[in-house]
């Protein structure tokens, strides 16, 4: 059974910095392309980073680059997003995502992960302050 527990969410003001975890057990973690996504109140989720299963390939969201890093440890079964400079905007349920399908990001990696056999995590909830 597959299970993705994030953890590292909490308030903070802006301009701060927030780390996220994302644990996974079930799956051989190294195989497969991870995603980090996030869901604010009446909007719809959207893709925030995609990393390969080796960790050499990373994509991000526009809103986000140059502030979030996601890495992974495939040792440690974990996943990572480190948030600097946190905006108001950020605010939102995080959540980790695991493509079944595959060990790659593609161009349209938020998409690929939205697709049937995928397994996410619970959330957890970052909010930031102005």
């Known amino acids: 059974q597959v299970q993705l527990v994030e953890s590292g969410g909490g308030s903070v003001q802006a301009g701060g910095s927030l780390i996220l975890a994302c644990t996974a057990s079930?799956?051989?973690?190294?195989?497969?392309?991870m995603g980090w996504f996030r869901q604010a109140p009446g909007k719809v989720r959207e893709g925030v980073s995609c990393?390969?299963?080796?960790?050499?390939?990373?994509y991000y969201a526009d809103s986000v680059k140059g502030r979030f890093t996601t890495s992974r440890d495939n040792a440690q079964n974990t996943l990572y997003l480190q948030m600097n400079s946190l905006k108001p905007e950020d605010t939102a349920m995080y959540y980790c995502?695991?493509?079944?399908?595959?060990?790659?990001?593609?161009?349209?990696?938020?998409?690929?992960?939205?697709?049937?056999?995928?397994?996410w995590g619970q959330g957890t909830q970052v909010t930031v302050s102005s």
């Open positions: 995502a695991v493509r079944a399908a595959s060990g790659y990001c593609s161009g349209s990696w938020a998409n690929a992960f939205e697709e049937r056999g995928n397994y």
């Open positions: 079930g799956l051989t973690f190294d195989s497969y392309a």
């Open positions: 990393i390969n299963w080796y960790g050499s390939t990373i």
